[in-house]
């Protein structure tokens, strides 16, 4: 699920759009923006610099406070303030690689940070974080001169067992031709990038166009496999991919008439059959809160609008519940795609199926015994003759059984056709000189 706006998010969404993120969570839907976080990890696009205020210069001292803490020897500290650097290069990709100095600095960082965990004694932590760095600068090397002759060896151990690991290949599409696209900081295209002979792991991939603070990913290149990143960059720049909230942000109105086939284009990646869209609609002072449930082809299964009244859970929640279930409630405006509710029953009526079939089969096949009845007694009639002292006159009896084998069998074809009460059934009696069809229960 994903809420939409336009502008910029007003801070108090969050009181009135909570109930419906909600309800829809508890009914099976993705809807918490930590729940689409966790679902979505590495293909979630998002902006380029995550720590708001945060400076390239700031980054640059905190990697060169934990380097000069390393060469002191004060390892734990080292690794704890270096951890942190390699953090925010990682998360804030925008600050940092339109300057190429900065590259020397996260070269800095890796190897500071893998030094001071081997060190510490933390092997595996200190493994992966250089083979990080193999993957990141392949065109770099730790050496002797620089570093000292255990930074030098330790690096050339882990290249070595680096080369068992296979290589993988990544390609990269922007969906813009102006898009410059970065792979771990350094630029290797302009709206395509095909890469190769890559360690495999977890690549950071920053796609920007000029203007824009970007969008970043995560792309996991497997050894002898062929990776791709598929990017539309104008659904991409319009979407908001954060802890508080995940959604669109719409410049215009008639910018947010796109809002069904960006959400089919989402869908579609993600590989699911449908999403929710949530937003607010109307005056500031008393917005509606607008929910749409979108196929992956961008179009509407059903939407609706409610405008609470002081955050009234009840309306939002059932905002929520037609979007899952599609049944609708008066608390609903301008509902569109509901799926009627079935007819209320009457009391005492049963449906029409089940028993009423049942009679109807009793009544067809009683008739048809009965009309079988009636023409025998019809063949077996005997005229009256004087030289007999008895005979069979059964044509009497022939025809009234018959009549009621034919009422029996109209019975049984009307009550197929429309069904009847659970309390009344068929009566048929007959006899030697008489023969009764009628309905016995309650009416």
């Known amino acids: 699920m994903l809420e939409a706006h336009t502008g910029a998010r ?66 734990k500290d080292a690794a704890t303030s270096l951890a942190l650097a390699v953090h925010q290069i990682k998360r804030n990709p925008g600050l940092l690689v339109l300057d190429a100095t900065n590259a020397r600095s996260t070269f800095h960082a890796f190897v500071g940070l893998a030094l001071s965990q081997s060190k510490l004694g933390y092997t595996v932590e200190s493994v992966e974080t250089m083979t990080e760095l193999l993957r990141t600068f392949s065109t770099q090397s730790v050496t002797r001169t620089e570093y000292g002759p255990q930074a030098e060896q330790f690096y050339r151990a882990v290249q070595r067992q680096a080369q068992g690991f296979g290589r ?8 813009d031709a102006h898009a410059m696209i970065f792979v771990d900081g350094e630029l290797r295209g302009m709206g395509r990038a095909a890469l190769t002979d890559l360690i495999p792991g977890t690549y950071r991939v ?22 791709t990143l598929g990017v539309n960059w104008q659904v991409d720049s319009a979407l908001v991919v954060s802890n508080p909230w995940v959604g669109f942000v719409f410049h215009s109105e008639p910018e947010r008439a796109k809002e069904g086939g960006y959400a089919g284009a989402l869908a579609r990646r993600w590989g699911s059959d449908t999403i929710v869209v949530v937003g607010t609609t109307g005056p500031s002072d008393r917005p509606g809160v607008a929910a749409t ?27 929520a519940r037609f979007i899952a279930e599609g049944i609708p409630s008066d608390e609903l405006e301008r509902v569109t795609g509901a799926i009627a509710p079935p007819p209320p029953t009457a009391r005492g009526d049963a449906p029409a199926t089940g028993y009423a079939p049942l009679g109807a089969k009793l009544c067809l096949g009683g008739g048809a015994a009965l009309l079988a009845a009636g023409i025998v007694a019809l063949v077996i009639d005997q005229d009256p003759d004087p030289g007999m002292r008895y005979y069979r006159d059964s044509a009497p009896l022939g025809v009234a059984v018959g009549l009621a084998g034919v009422a029996s069998i109209g019975v049984g074809l009307w009550w197929w056709r429309h069904g009847r009460r659970e309390s009344s059934t068929p009566a048929v009696s007959f006899g030697a000189s008489h023969a009764v069809i009628g309905w016995a229960g309650s009416f």
């Not at 609706?304 to 929640?317: I, S």
């Open 10 to 75: 007003p801070s108090s969404v969050a009181a009135v759009v909570g109930p419906v993120l909600d309800e829809l969570e508890r009914r099976g839907f993705v809807a918490r923006p930590s729940s689409v976080i966790k679902l979505l990890g590495g293909r979630a696009p998002r902006p380029g610099i995550l720590d708001g205020g945060k400076t390239a210069a700031e980054i640059a001292q905190q990697v060169e406070s934990g380097f000069d803490a390393f060469t002191k020897g004060k390892y």
């Open 168 to 175: 993988g290949r990544l390609a990269i599409t922007a969906g």
């Open 206 to 227: 920053f796609i920007q166009v000029p203007g824009t603070t970007g969008r970043q990913y995560e792309a996991e290149v497997r050894a002898g496999q062929d990776s």
């Open 293 to 319: 449930l979108y196929r992956a082809t961008g179009d509407v299964v059903r939407s609706a609008m409610v405008v609470p009244r002081d955050h009234d859970e009840t309306r939002l929640r059932s905002l």
